[in-house]
T-cell receptor
Framework: DTAVSQTPKYLVTQMGNDKSIKCEQNLGHDTMYWYKQDSKKFLKIMFSYNNKELIINETVPNRFSPKSPDKAHLNLHINSLELGDSAVYFC??????????????FGPGTRLTVL | AQKVTQAQTEISVVEKEDVTLDCVYETRDTTYYLFWYKQPPSGELVFLIRRNSFDEQNEISGRYSWNFQKSTSSFNFTITASQVVDSAVYFCALSEADRGSTLGRLYFGRGTQLTVWP
């Protein structure tokens, strides 16, 4: 059973296109996150949602829009893709913001390549 | 300023050597959590350990051990008798939990690439 799943695993697209990455967790967690890992492996948070409520919205271009239809899903939509958006995007979940066991469990990542 | 510093960018060892990965953190919060994650060549991020700021006991899990020292703001990770399968990028991370801090935000270090040669 996959705890945190992401689709697709690989995404190759042209500049200017719009694309979405889906994330689902079956851990019963309340909180979900999106991270971006750049070519130098640096991981930085983009967004977090707790029970479908936006908690963290880092300095991310407006072209990136997260959507959480329910607490088990957090999708990431990207408009007008640019070359600099090429990266690995990780979804993660944790039991809850105030839980003492707040380790985050990560999905397998989506490698986005913008040509 | 970086909240988590992993000064070692790359480390190479030969199998069966012990290796220590350094992590230094910076926070004003009294309640915080520290983590180590492993990212093998396959790319996924694997949770290894969580430590809270009130628990300075060292932890051992098989060949892995962690040394948390608040006095030096360090949370170092030692692999004993390293194996080729330990080759990965290892990330140290910090989460702050005092009132007013943004709960759930993980600050990652830049990672240490560990290569274990046969």
């Amino acid at each position: 059973d996959t705890a945190v799943s992401q689709t697709p695993k690989y995404l190759v697209t042209q500049m200017g296109n719009d694309k979405s990455i889906k994330c689902e967790q079956n851990l019963g967690h309340d909180t979900m996150y999106w991270y971006k890992q750049d070519s130098k492996k640096f991981l930085k948070i983009m967004f977090s949602y707790n029970n479908k409520e936006l908690i963290i919205n880092e300095t991310v271009p407006n072209r990136f829009s997260p959507k959480s239809p329910d607490k088990a899903h957090l999708n990431l939509h990207i408009n007008s893709l640019e070359l600099g958006d090429s990266a690995v995007y990780f979804c993660a979940s944790s039991p809850g913001l105030r839980s003492s066991y707040n380790e985050q469990f990560f999905g397998p990542g989506t490698r986005l390549t913008v040509l | 300023a970086q909240k988590v510093t992993q000064a070692q960018t790359e480390i190479s060892v030969v199998e069966k050597e012990d290796v220590t990965l350094d992590c230094v953190y910076e926070t004003r919060d009294t309640t915080y959590y520290l983590f180590w994650y492993k990212q093998p060549p396959s790319g996924e991020l694997v949770f290894l350990i969580r430590r809270n700021s009130f628990d300075e006991q060292n932890e051992i899990s098989g060949r892995y051990s962690w040394n948390f020292q608040k006095s030096t703001s360090s949370f170092n990770f030692t692999i004993t008798a390293s194996q080729v399968v330990d080759s990965a990028v290892y990330f140290c991370a910090l989460s702050e939990a005092d009132r007013g801090s943004t709960l759930g935000r993980l600050y990652f270090g830049r990672g240490t690439q560990l290569t274990v040669w046969p």
